[in-house]
């Protein structure tokens, strides 16, 4: 009975260290695998729920010359760290998103950002992988992107818009 006892009053203890343990594997994983944004397109998508995994394989069998990867995100992963516009590439926004974010980023294509779902038909791009919501989205690029000028960002927004 006096083994129970111990046992049980040391078990937060175990816990503490097991949730420092995940968390310290974890981060180790992260910088393990992840690579310089020079040598990766990060997209974006400011939906309800996604396969981003599925989504950045998809994106990756079309890689643009130079990159090692292709990251996708749901928008509630950036609002940790550093400036959302030097980590993004391309961003997949609603209509309803905030006219002040929306007028620092870039069109894909034209002027404005490039409608990539249509809420009234349940057209759009990738829906096999981007869970939309009930209004339209739009496609747009970085301004801070450090693929602009090499046409990596341009390229997979390209293979994104081909999506079905």
Known sequence: MRVVKNILSQLHTFVLWLLA?????GWVFTIVTDTSPEKKVTVYCHVPTMADTALAAALEEDMPQGLRMIQVHT?????????????????????SEDPAF??????????????????ATGEGVA???IH?????YYMYLGSGSVHLEDGAALAVARTLLEME
Do not use: C, H
């Not at 939309?132 to 339209?136: A, H, R």
């Open 132 to 136: 939309y919501g009930d209004e339209d």
């Open 127 to 129: 829906v096999d992988y």
């Open 21 to 25: 343990s995940a968390l310290i594997w």
């Open 75 to 95: 928008f509630d992963y950036v609002m940790f760290g550093k400036d959302l516009f030097d980590r993004g590439d391309i961003f997949i926004v609603p209509a």
């Open 102 to 119: 929306v007028q620092d980023l870039l069109p894909v294509e034209g002027e404005g950002g490039t409608k990539v779902y249509d809420a």
